[in-house]
C-alpha cells in the first residue's frame, strides 16, 4: 500500500492490551520510519507508550469524563479534536463498537482492523486482517501487518520505558516479585495462598505489588507495596527484579515483557495460550503444572482450578531458587 503519512493507532485500554499492541508498531516504525504515529489512548496507560520511538504522539481518551448528561456535552468537544488532525490510515485493535467508530470519526482515508471485531464494529471496519481466535493475543493484533504490506516480526519486539523506583526502595539485595492480585472474577491469590507462597521463600526477600486489599504481619522478609507504587514504579521494581510470580492479569504481561525468562503466571480458569505470557521462556502455572510457554499445548487451554497452599508453598520454594541463580 502507499506509504501513510499520518497513521492512528486505537487501543484505549486496558494494560495487557495496550502491551499487546506494541510489537505491531514496532514493525511500523521499521517499515515507515518518517510516518506520524498516534496512539489513541487512556492517560492511565500513557506512559507505556509515549516513549517508545515509533509513537509520535497521543490522543487521549478520558473515558470517566464522559459519563452522565454533562459527560455527553465533553465528549462531543473531544470528537471534534479527534477529527481535527485527519489521519491517512486508522488502526483499530480493540475491535470494539466504540473503537470502530473512533476510527471512522478521524476522518481516515482508510481504517483497517481484525476479523474478530465486535458489536457491530465490523460494519465499520475497512479491511480486515483474518485471525485465529484461538491464538495468542499479540499474534492476532500482528496480523494486521499483513494488510499493510509489512513481514511480521520473527521476534516481537516490546519497547517500554525504564520506569522509575519508589523513594527509598533497595536494590541492594535480590527480590521475588509477587503481584497477587487481578480484576477478573477468581482470579486473585486468597491470602492463605499468598502466606503458603511467602513460607515456600523461606529468608529471600519478598516485594509483593498490585492493587488489592493488603495483608497484615507479614514477615520480615516480605517489603508490601500494595497501592503504593505507580505504574512507573512497579515498571523498575520489576525490571530489577530476581523472579517474577503474578495472576494472569495486566502487570504479568508486563513482566513477561520485561523479563520474559524470569517470569511465572498462575492460571485458574483462563487459557494461557490465548492470554498469558507471550514469550516462549515465560513459565505458566496451572492445575498443579508448570511449563514454559514454549512447551504449552491444547491441553493447558480448559479451565483449571485454584492452586492448593502446598503447591503454593512448591512456587515459592521455586521462586526462592530462581532468585539465588538470578545473574
Same mark, same amino acid.
Given at each position: 500500500?502507499?506509504t ?8 484505549p485500554s486496558?494494560?495487557? =492490551?495496550v502491551?499487546?499492541?506494541?510489537p505491531?508498531?514496532s514493525? $511500523?516504525?521499521?517499515r515507515?520510519?518518517? %510516518?506520524?504515529?498516534?496512539w489513541l $489512548? ?5 506512559s ?11 490522543i487521549?481518551? /478520558?473515558?470517566?469524563?464522559? @459519563? ?5 456535552? !465533553?465528549?462531543l468537544?473531544?470528537?471534534g479534536?479527534?477529527? =481535527?488532525?485527519? /489521519? ?12 470502530? $467508530? ?13 476479523? =474478530?471485531? !465486535?458489536?457491530?464494529?465490523?460494519? +465499520? ?15 492476532r ?5 499483513d ?5 511480521? /516480526?520473527?521476534h516481537p ?17 535480590p527480590?521475588?516479585?509477587?503481584h ?17 507462597? $511467602? ?5 529471600? !526477600? ?15 522478609s516480605?517489603? =508490601?507495596?500494595t497501592? @503504593? ?10 525490571? @530489577?527484579?530476581?523472579?517474577i ?8 504481561h ?10 511465572? %503466571? ?9 492470554v498469558?505470557?507471550?514469550s516462549?521462556?515465560?513459565?505458566v ?7 514454559r510457554?514454549?512447551? +504449552?499445548?491444547?491441553?493447558w ?8 497452599e ?6 515459592? @520454594? ?6 539465588i541463580?538470578?545473574?
Amino acid at each position: 500500500m502507499k506509504t501513510p503519512k499520518r497513521i492512528l493507532l486505537v487501543k484505549p485500554s486496558s494494560m495487557g =492490551d495496550v502491551l499487546h499492541a506494541l510489537p505491531v508498531v514496532s514493525a $511500523i516504525h521499521a517499515r515507515w520510519p518518517e %510516518a506520524e504515529l498516534r496512539w489513541l $489512548i487512556q492517560p492511565v496507560w500513557r506512559s507505556l507508550v509515549e516513549g517508545h520511538p515509533g509513537v509520535s504522539g497521543t490522543i487521549l481518551f /478520558p473515558r470517566e469524563k464522559f @459519563r452522565g448528561p454533562a459527560g455527553w456535552v !465533553r465528549s462531543l468537544a473531544w470528537l471534534g479534536t479527534l477529527r =481535527d488532525w485527519k /489521519p491517512d490510515l486508522a488502526i483499530d485493535l480493540q475491535g470494539l463498537l466504540r473503537s470502530a $467508530i473512533f476510527s471512522r470519526i478521524s476522518g481516515a482515508v482508510e481504517v483497517v482492523g481484525l476479523s =474478530d471485531a !465486535r458489536e457491530g464494529a465490523r460494519f +465499520l471496519i475497512g479491511r480486515k486482517a483474518s485471525v485465529d481466535p484461538q491464538d495468542h493475543a499479540v499474534n492476532r493484533n500482528l496480523a494486521v501487518l499483513d494488510l499493510l504490506g509489512i513481514p511480521r /516480526p520473527h521476534h516481537p519486539e516490546f519497547l517500554l520505558p525504564a520506569g522509575k523506583l519508589p523513594e527509598g526502595f533497595s536494590t541492594t539485595a535480590p527480590y521475588v516479585v509477587l503481584h497477587p492480585y487481578a480484576r477478573g472474577e477468581g482470579k486473585s491469590l486468597t491470602p492463605a495462598m499468598v502466606r503458603a507462597f $511467602i513460607r515456600g521463600t523461606g529468608s529471600v !526477600r519478598v516485594v509483593v505489588v498490585g492493587r488489592g486489599d493488603a495483608l497484615e504481619n507479614l514477615p520480615a522478609s516480605v517489603e =508490601d507495596y500494595t497501592n @503504593r507504587t505507580e505504574l512507573s514504579g512497579l515498571i523498575a521494581i520489576l525490571r @530489577r527484579a530476581s523472579f517474577i510470580v503474578s495472576t494472569d492479569s495486566g502487570p504479568m504481561h508486563l513482566a513477561s515483557a520485561l523479563k520474559p525468562a524470569r517470569t511465572l %503466571a498462575i492460571h485458574l480458569w483462563s487459557d494461557p495460550l490465548k492470554v498469558g505470557p507471550y514469550s516462549p521462556e515465560s513459565m505458566v502455572w496451572k492445575n498443579g503444572g508448570v511449563s514454559r510457554v514454549g512447551g +504449552l499445548n491444547a491441553n493447558w487451554r480448559p479451565e483449571g482450578r485454584l492452586p492448593t497452599e502446598a503447591e503454593m508453598e512448591e512456587l515459592g @520454594r521455586r521462586a526462592a531458587a530462581e532468585s539465588i541463580k538470578s545473574p
